[in-house]
Protein backbone atom coordinates (compact mmCIF):
# COMPACT_ATOMS: atom_id res chain seq x y z
CA UNK A 1 0.00 0.00 0.00
CA UNK A 2 1.04 3.99 -0.42
CA UNK A 3 2.02 5.64 2.68
CA UNK A 4 -1.39 7.91 1.26
CA UNK A 5 -3.61 4.69 1.76
CA UNK A 6 -2.20 3.53 5.28
CA UNK A 7 -2.44 6.88 6.29
CA UNK A 8 -5.94 7.16 5.42
CA UNK A 9 -7.05 4.18 6.94
CA UNK A 10 -5.16 4.35 10.39
CA UNK A 11 -6.29 8.18 10.99
CA UNK A 12 -9.97 6.96 10.67
CA UNK A 13 -9.32 4.10 13.25
CA UNK A 14 -7.62 6.71 15.73
CA UNK A 15 -10.24 9.08 15.48
CA UNK A 16 -12.96 6.11 16.10
CA UNK A 17 -10.67 5.60 19.34
CA UNK A 18 -10.87 9.29 20.32
CA UNK A 19 -7.62 10.18 19.59
CA UNK A 20 -7.31 13.99 19.60
CA UNK A 21 -5.07 14.48 16.70
CA UNK A 22 -5.24 11.30 14.86
CA UNK A 23 -4.17 12.08 11.31
CA UNK A 24 -0.71 13.50 13.23
CA UNK A 25 -0.40 10.54 15.04
CA UNK A 26 -1.01 8.29 12.25
CA UNK A 27 2.10 10.50 10.58
CA UNK A 28 4.53 10.59 13.13
CA UNK A 29 3.96 6.61 13.85
CA UNK A 30 4.38 5.79 10.11
CA UNK A 31 7.69 8.12 9.84
CA UNK A 32 8.92 6.05 12.86
CA UNK A 33 8.59 2.79 11.35
CA UNK A 34 10.00 3.87 8.28
CA UNK A 35 13.19 6.12 9.54
CA UNK A 36 11.99 8.97 7.67
CA UNK A 37 10.91 12.87 8.43
CA UNK A 38 7.29 13.08 8.12
CA UNK A 39 7.86 15.75 5.27
CA UNK A 40 9.75 12.34 3.54
CA UNK A 41 6.40 10.25 3.81
CA UNK A 42 4.47 11.48 0.25
CA UNK A 43 8.35 10.24 -1.84
CA UNK A 44 7.69 7.03 -0.94
CA UNK A 45 5.71 5.08 -3.61
CA UNK A 46 4.89 2.02 -1.75
CA UNK A 47 5.05 1.00 2.29
CA UNK A 48 6.69 -2.90 1.85
CA UNK A 49 4.64 -5.68 3.93
CA UNK A 50 7.07 -5.96 7.17
CA UNK A 51 6.97 -2.09 7.73
CA UNK A 52 2.81 -1.91 7.12
CA UNK A 53 2.82 -5.01 9.95
CA UNK A 54 4.83 -3.25 12.45
CA UNK A 55 2.83 0.41 11.57
CA UNK A 56 -1.07 -1.82 12.17
CA UNK A 57 0.79 -2.94 15.78
CA UNK A 58 1.53 0.77 16.58
CA UNK A 59 -1.93 2.09 15.53
CA UNK A 60 -3.47 -0.70 17.37
CA UNK A 61 -1.58 0.19 20.73
CA UNK A 62 -2.38 3.82 19.77
CA UNK A 63 -5.92 2.87 19.59
CA UNK A 64 -6.05 1.71 23.13
CA UNK A 65 -4.68 5.27 24.09
CA UNK A 66 -1.10 4.02 24.96
CA UNK A 67 0.95 7.82 24.74
CA UNK A 68 2.26 8.52 21.18
CA UNK A 69 5.32 8.86 23.11
CA UNK A 70 5.52 6.12 24.58
CA UNK A 71 5.37 4.20 21.29
CA UNK A 72 8.18 6.28 19.23
CA UNK A 73 10.36 6.18 22.52
CA UNK A 74 10.42 10.26 22.48
CA UNK A 75 9.28 13.39 23.16
CA UNK A 76 10.44 16.93 21.70
CA UNK A 77 10.90 19.70 24.41
CA UNK A 78 12.04 23.09 23.31
CA UNK A 79 15.71 22.28 21.67
CA UNK A 80 16.02 18.76 23.24
CA UNK A 81 15.01 15.42 22.51
CA UNK A 82 14.29 13.12 25.81
CA UNK A 83 13.64 9.26 25.85
CA UNK A 84 10.41 8.46 27.60
CA UNK A 85 8.43 5.57 28.27
CA UNK A 86 6.58 3.80 31.06
CA UNK A 87 6.97 5.14 34.37
CA UNK A 88 8.02 8.54 33.69
CA UNK A 89 5.73 11.43 33.03
CA UNK A 90 5.59 12.85 29.42
CA UNK A 91 6.43 16.27 29.26
CA UNK A 92 4.14 18.71 27.50
CA UNK A 93 3.78 21.37 25.42
CA UNK A 94 2.74 24.05 27.79
CA UNK A 95 5.67 22.84 30.48
CA UNK A 96 7.74 24.45 27.78
CA UNK A 97 6.55 28.26 29.18
CA UNK A 98 7.39 27.39 32.44
CA UNK A 99 11.05 26.65 31.00
CA UNK A 100 11.32 29.46 28.84
CA UNK A 101 10.64 31.67 31.55
CA UNK A 102 13.69 30.11 34.44
CA UNK A 103 15.96 30.13 30.92
CA UNK A 104 14.67 34.11 31.11
CA UNK A 105 15.50 34.22 34.47
CA UNK A 106 18.88 32.21 34.65
CA UNK A 107 20.54 34.50 31.45
CA UNK A 108 20.00 37.21 32.96
CA UNK A 109 22.83 36.26 36.00
CA UNK A 110 26.34 35.76 35.46
CA UNK A 111 26.44 32.17 36.91
CA UNK A 112 22.93 31.13 37.78
CA UNK A 113 22.52 28.07 40.44
CA UNK A 114 18.56 26.44 39.43
CA UNK A 115 16.74 23.71 40.91
CA UNK A 116 13.95 21.56 39.21
CA UNK A 117 12.40 19.89 41.81
CA UNK A 118 10.02 16.91 40.71
CA UNK A 119 12.22 16.89 37.90
CA UNK A 120 10.11 13.77 36.22
CA UNK A 121 12.10 12.78 32.51
CA UNK A 122 14.75 15.89 33.20
CA UNK A 123 12.77 18.21 30.77
CA UNK A 124 13.13 21.50 32.39
CA UNK A 125 16.77 20.89 33.59
CA UNK A 126 18.37 19.64 31.10
CA UNK A 127 16.23 22.41 28.80
CA UNK A 128 18.01 25.22 30.80
CA UNK A 129 21.45 23.51 30.87
CA UNK A 130 21.29 23.11 27.43
CA UNK A 131 20.20 27.13 27.10
CA UNK A 132 22.16 28.45 29.57
CA UNK A 133 25.70 27.03 29.72
CA UNK A 134 27.05 28.69 32.70
CA UNK A 135 24.54 27.83 34.96
CA UNK A 136 24.50 24.85 37.72
CA UNK A 137 21.55 23.24 36.91
CA UNK A 138 20.07 20.59 40.25
CA UNK A 139 17.73 18.40 39.79
CA UNK A 140 15.47 15.81 42.04
CA UNK A 141 12.86 13.04 41.37
CA UNK A 142 11.50 11.33 44.00
CA UNK A 143 9.59 8.29 41.96
CA UNK A 144 13.00 5.62 41.24
CA UNK A 145 11.23 4.79 37.72
CA UNK A 146 11.28 8.00 36.58
CA UNK A 147 14.77 8.52 37.69
CA UNK A 148 15.93 6.31 35.49
CA UNK A 149 14.54 8.23 32.88
CA UNK A 150 16.16 11.11 34.02
CA UNK A 151 19.27 9.34 34.63
CA UNK A 152 19.49 8.33 30.59
CA UNK A 153 18.71 12.06 29.38
CA UNK A 154 20.76 13.74 31.79
CA UNK A 155 23.47 11.63 31.02
CA UNK A 156 26.21 13.74 28.88
CA UNK A 157 25.12 17.28 30.76
CA UNK A 158 25.98 18.95 33.84
CA UNK A 159 22.80 18.66 35.25
CA UNK A 160 23.35 17.14 39.06
CA UNK A 161 20.14 14.59 39.36
CA UNK A 162 19.45 13.31 42.80
CA UNK A 163 16.78 10.45 43.76
CA UNK A 164 14.82 11.78 46.73
CA UNK A 165 11.69 13.89 48.26
CA UNK A 166 11.39 17.17 47.34
CA UNK A 167 10.61 18.31 50.62
CA UNK A 168 14.26 17.30 51.75
CA UNK A 169 16.16 17.74 48.80
CA UNK A 170 19.65 19.89 48.32
CA UNK A 171 19.67 20.76 52.06
CA UNK A 172 23.14 21.16 51.01
CA UNK A 173 22.00 24.41 48.93
CA UNK A 174 19.88 25.96 51.67
CA UNK A 175 20.30 29.78 50.96
CA UNK A 176 21.96 29.72 47.59
CA UNK A 177 19.86 29.09 44.77
CA UNK A 178 18.72 31.66 41.97
CA UNK A 179 16.32 30.22 40.18
CA UNK A 180 13.94 27.10 41.54
CA UNK A 181 11.58 25.24 39.37
CA UNK A 182 8.76 22.99 39.69
CA UNK A 183 5.80 20.69 37.79
CA UNK A 184 4.58 18.91 40.69
CA UNK A 185 1.52 16.47 40.48
CA UNK A 186 -1.36 18.90 40.65
CA UNK A 187 -5.00 17.17 39.80
CA UNK A 188 -7.17 16.78 42.83
CA UNK A 189 -8.66 13.18 43.24
CA UNK A 190 -12.05 14.46 42.46
CA UNK A 191 -11.32 14.54 38.85
CA UNK A 192 -10.25 11.08 37.97
CA UNK A 193 -12.58 11.29 35.50
CA UNK A 194 -11.73 14.29 33.59
CA UNK A 195 -8.32 13.72 33.24
CA UNK A 196 -7.21 11.68 29.87
CA UNK A 197 -6.54 8.39 29.37
CA UNK A 198 -3.39 8.58 28.12
CA UNK A 199 -2.06 10.12 31.44
CA UNK A 200 -4.58 9.08 33.85
CA UNK A 201 -3.36 5.30 32.86
CA UNK A 202 -0.06 5.64 32.00
CA UNK A 203 1.59 8.14 32.92
CA UNK A 204 3.10 7.53 36.83
CA UNK A 205 0.14 8.33 39.69
CA UNK A 206 2.96 10.17 41.53
CA UNK A 207 3.49 12.89 38.47
CA UNK A 208 -0.72 13.63 38.77
CA UNK A 209 -2.77 13.10 42.22
CA UNK A 210 -2.13 15.74 44.47
CA UNK A 211 -4.78 15.83 47.39
CA UNK A 212 -8.29 17.18 47.29
CA UNK A 213 -7.48 20.41 46.16
CA UNK A 214 -4.42 19.62 44.06
CA UNK A 215 -2.09 22.30 45.87
CA UNK A 216 -0.40 19.48 48.51
CA UNK A 217 2.70 19.39 46.43
CA UNK A 218 2.51 23.04 44.96
CA UNK A 219 2.53 23.80 49.32
CA UNK A 220 5.92 21.73 49.62
CA UNK A 221 6.88 23.52 46.35
CA UNK A 222 6.63 26.81 48.35
CA UNK A 223 7.89 25.66 51.51
CA UNK A 224 11.16 24.15 49.76
CA UNK A 225 11.67 26.82 47.56
CA UNK A 226 11.58 29.29 50.74
CA UNK A 227 14.36 27.33 51.72
CA UNK A 228 16.23 26.97 49.21
CA UNK A 229 16.47 30.14 47.49
CA UNK A 230 18.38 33.67 48.40
CA UNK A 231 16.66 36.72 49.18
CA UNK A 232 14.96 37.96 46.07
CA UNK A 233 15.88 34.81 44.38
CA UNK A 234 12.39 33.33 42.11
CA UNK A 235 10.45 30.54 41.92
CA UNK A 236 7.95 28.93 38.98
CA UNK A 237 5.80 26.58 39.14
CA UNK A 238 3.13 24.65 37.05
CA UNK A 239 -0.56 24.29 38.17
CA UNK A 240 -3.85 23.39 36.73
CA UNK A 241 -6.01 25.34 34.54
CA UNK A 242 -8.35 26.00 37.29
CA UNK A 243 -5.75 26.98 39.58
CA UNK A 244 -4.94 30.65 38.69
CA UNK A 245 -6.16 32.09 41.71
CA UNK A 246 -5.57 29.01 44.33
CA UNK A 247 -1.66 28.63 43.30
CA UNK A 248 -0.55 32.22 43.60
CA UNK A 249 -2.54 32.04 46.94
CA UNK A 250 -0.33 29.50 48.42
CA UNK A 251 2.28 31.44 48.08
CA UNK A 252 0.66 34.61 49.42
CA UNK A 253 -0.91 33.61 52.13
CA UNK A 254 2.72 32.55 53.84
CA UNK A 255 3.51 36.45 53.47
CA UNK A 256 7.26 35.26 52.33
CA UNK A 257 7.31 36.27 48.82
CA UNK A 258 6.57 39.52 46.84
CA UNK A 259 5.96 39.98 42.91
CA UNK A 260 3.77 37.15 42.97
CA UNK A 261 1.90 36.69 39.72
CA UNK A 262 -0.07 33.92 37.48
CA UNK A 263 1.18 33.22 33.82
CA UNK A 264 -1.00 31.73 31.06
CA UNK A 265 -0.34 29.39 28.39
CA UNK A 266 -0.62 30.06 24.55
CA UNK A 267 -3.87 29.11 24.91
CA UNK A 268 -4.56 31.92 27.22
CA UNK A 269 -5.43 29.11 30.24
CA UNK A 270 -3.65 29.92 33.54
CA UNK A 271 -0.84 27.63 33.38
CA UNK A 272 1.91 28.60 36.02
CA UNK A 273 2.63 30.99 39.18
CA UNK A 274 6.07 32.56 40.11
CA UNK A 275 7.35 34.70 42.75
CA UNK A 276 10.31 36.44 44.60
CA UNK A 277 11.37 35.68 48.12
CA UNK A 278 11.69 38.63 49.55
CA UNK A 279 14.61 40.49 50.74
Same mark, same amino acid.
Given at each position: ?????? %????? +?? %?? %???? #??????????? #?????????? *???? @???? +????????????????????????????? !???????????????????????????????????????????????? *???? @???????????? *?????? @?? #????????????????? +???????????????????????? =????? +??????????? =???????????????????????????????????????? #?????????????????????? !??????? !? *???
Amino acid at each position: MTPREL %LRQAA +AQ %LA %LAGV #ASPEYDASVLL #AHVLGVPRSG *LFLI @DEVA +AAHSDEFEALINRRSEREPLQHLTGTAAF !RHIELAVGPGVFVPRPETELLAGWAIEQAQALPSARVVDLCTGSGAVA *LSIA @DEVPNAHVHAVE *LDPQAH @DW #AARNVLNSQVDLRLGDM +AEAFTDLDGTVDVVTANPPYIPME =AWESV +AVEARDHDPSL =ALWSGDDGLDAMRVVERTAARLLKPGGVVGAEHADVQGVS #APEVFLQTNRWVDVRDHRDLAG !RPRFVTA !R *LAR
